[in-house]
């Protein structure tokens, strides 16, 4: 007998060892103080704002003017929109606006070179956000891709102000996230970014350079 074959033969003749016990999240997030509504915004936006990301006070009726604004003084020519979502029609009553709307409407694959060379900026919908990080909560589907938030170089995000959660633990529980997890959640905290030995930052290495968050404050976000 070998030495390896010895080893795996102990190995398996061993008695299964009693699965850890579960840490008590609840209990332990328990302990954390909670911010009444205001406060938790606030934190959110402070910590976005330091993450060299923007975020812009709006509601449901004013964000998609708002938008246009911020994407005509940046001078964005192409913004890419979910292909058959609310957003996409609330801009097409705009359409006569710069710049130009696209609904992301094909396989990646058929219009690639346009998409990474013609597509300035794009527009997704949050799921949620967490105040402590300040991090954005996405849940990409068929409707708003992954590339919709990763290829355009400015990320317009549309976020309802009543889903900003104290941390990801709270924001897991209130959207019951174990009932059904998606085949990709994203957590962004500000645009890409990376950095070389001497920690000098370079932004949209990785991903867009710029993240603008429209936080609506009433209503809903459609």
Known sequence: MSARDDILGRLRA??????????????????????????????????????????HDTDARGWSTLLLDIATAKGLRTLLVGHGTE?????????????????????????RKEMFDDIDAGLTTARGAVADTGSLLLWPDAREPRLLSLVPPVHFVLLDARKIHDNL??????????????????????????????????????????????????????
């Open 87 to 111: 957003q996409q029609a609330t801009l097409a009553a705009l359409a006569s606006r710069i710049p130009a709307i696209r609904g992301y409407d094909q396989p990646a694959a058929l219009w």
């Open 169 to 222: 633990h709270a924001a897991m529980r209130a959207e019951h996230w174990a009932a059904g997890m998606p085949t990709n959640a994203l957590v962004i905290s500000g645009p890409s970014k990376t950095a070389d030995i001497q920690q000098t930052l370079a932004y949209g290495a990785h991903g867009p350079r710029e993240l603008i968050v429209l936080l609506c404050r009433e209503g809903e976000t459609a």
């Open 14 to 55: 061993a008695p299964p060892g009693a699965p850890a016990p579960l840490p008590d999240l609840d209990a332990w997030y328990g302990r954390l103080p909670a911010c009444d509504g205001e406060a938790r915004i606030e934190r959110f936006r402070a910590a976005m704002l330091a993450a060299h990301a923007e975020v």
